[in-house]
C-alpha cells in the first residue's frame, strides 16, 4: 500500500528565516510526485511535479528537490503570504491513476 | 483559461437527505477525479473517470455514494441517505492525460450533514 508521510505537522517561520519542509513516501513503482500548496477554504493549487530522482525544480522562493525515498520544499527567505498547508501527493503506477496525499505541514510566516 | 468549478460551494443537508455535487472540469481534460477531505488530513481518492467511462471507483466509502460523468464533461458526485460521518470537503480534479499529469483541483465543496 502506497504511504506518504510529511513533517513537521506545523511549522512557524519568522518572514527572511528559510527552512525545508519533508516528504517521505513509500510506493510500488513512482510515476510522479507532486507538491500542492492549499489556502483555507480553496482547492490544491499546483506547484511541482517531480518523476524521477535527482531532479530539481524552482518557482521564486520556493524548490522542490527529489531522492527515490523522500521529497523536500525548500523555502528561502519566506515571506507571510509564503503561509499555507503544503500537500505532498504520490502518483504510484500500481495500476491505477488516483493520487496518494500525505496530511501537509501548515507552515505559518511571522511578519 | 477557467479553472475547474464546483457547486454548490456550500451545501448543508439533515441526516438521510440525498445530496448531488457538481464539477466542471477544464475543457478538453480526459480525466476526472473526485476527492475527499477530512478537516486536518490530505485528500483521498473516491473515483476517477476517463472521459465517460469509470475506471475506478474503489474509494467510494459505501454503496450511498455514486458518481457519473455522462457526457464525458460535467460529473456529479451523489451521496444519498447522507450520515453525519460524510461531512467533509469534496474536491474535484481534471487532467489533461492519466498517466503521471497534473492535476488541477477546484475549491471543493464543503458539506456538513446535520
Known amino acids: 500500500e502506497d504511504q506518504v508521510t510529511q513533517s513537521p505537522e506545523a511549522l512557524r517561520l519568522q518572514e527572511g528565516e528559510s527552512s525545508s519542509l519533508n516528504c517521505s513516501y513509500t510506493v510500488s513503482g513512482l510515476r510522479g510526485l507532486f507538491w500542492y500548496r492549499q489556502d483555507p477554504g480553496k482547492g490544491p493549487e499546483f506547484l511541482f511535479t517531480?518523476?524521477?530522482a535527482g531532479e530539481e525544480k524552482e518557482k521564486e522562493r520556493l524548490k522542490a528537490t527529489l531522492t527515490k525515498k523522500e521529497s523536500f520544499l525548500h523555502i528561502t527567505a519566506p515571506k507571510p503570504e509564503d503561509s499555507a498547508t503544503y500537500l505532498c501527493a504520490v502518483d504510484s503506477g500500481a495500476g491505477s491513476y488516483q493520487l496518494t496525499f500525505g496530511k501537509g505541514t501548515k507552515l505559518s510566516v511571522i511578519p | 483559461g477557467a479553472g475547474v468549478s464546483q457547486s454548490p460551494r456550500y451545501k448543508v443537508a439533515k441526516r438521510g437527505q440525498d445530496v448531488a455535487l457538481r464539477c466542471d472540469p477544464i475543457s478538453g481534460h480526459v480525466s476526472l477525479f473526485w476527492y475527499q477531505q477530512a478537516l486536518g488530513q490530505g485528500p483521498e481518492f473516491l473515483t476517477y473517470?476517463?472521459?465517460?467511462?469509470?475506471?475506478?471507483k474503489s474509494g467510494l466509502p459505501s454503496d450511498r455514494f455514486f458518481a457519473e460523468r455522462p457526457e464525458g464533461s460535467v460529473s456529479t458526485l451523489k451521496i444519498q441517505r447522507t450520515q453525519q460521518e460524510d461531512s467533509a470537503v469534496y474536491l474535484c480534479a481534471s487532467s489533461l492525460v492519466l498517466s503521471g499529469d497534473t492535476q488541477y483541483f477546484g475549491p471543493g465543496t464543503r458539506l456538513t450533514v446535520l
Open positions: 517531480l518523476y524521477s
Open positions: 473517470f476517463q472521459n465517460e467511462a469509470q475506471l475506478d
